[in-house]
């Protein structure tokens, strides 16, 4: 049974920095497509980051760009999203998905119907 299990989400205040990680089991972690989604309060589940584990390429969503950065051990399974400057509107519950990597493309990949597995997401609270 494939697993995600996120982590690392807490308060912070505007300006701070977080580190959320996502290990996943049971997945050809080495040729996936992880990405992750935030879904902040009364808003749909939006795309974020995207890391595609077999070269390391990455995507971003705009409203991240420059201020986030996704990466992977591929030798643990485990995706990063390192998270500066953050801002109260970046609060949310931050989620990690995985996917084959050949369904991930630069079009699909920002996608929620994308992505097949699932954590359980990790909670982000930025105060102002």
């Known amino acids: 049974e494939v697993q995600l299990q996120a982590s690392g989400g807490g308060m912070v205040k505007s300006g701070g920095s977080l580190r959320l990680s996502c290990v996943v089991s049971?997945?050809?972690?080495?040729?996936?497509?992880i990405a992750w989604f935030r879904q902040a309060p009364g808003k749909e589940r939006e795309g974020l980051a995207c890391?595609?584990?077999?070269?390391?390429?990455?995507w971003y969503g705009d409203s991240v760009k420059e201020r986030f950065t996704i990466s992977s051990e591929n030798d643990k399974n485990t995706v990063y999203l390192e998270m500066n400057s953050l801002k109260p509107e970046d609060t949310g519950i931050y989620y990690c998905?995985?996917?084959?990597?050949?369904?991930?493309?630069?079009?699909?990949?920002?996608?929620?119907?994308?992505?097949?597995?699932w954590g359980q997401g990790t909670l982000v609270t930025v105060s102002s």
């Open positions: 998905a995985a996917e084959e990597e050949i369904r991930v493309t630069p079009a699909t990949m920002m996608l929620f119907s994308t992505f097949t597995y």
């Open positions: 049971a997945f050809t972690f080495g040729t996936s497509g």
């Open positions: 890391i595609r584990t077999s070269d390391g390429a990455t």
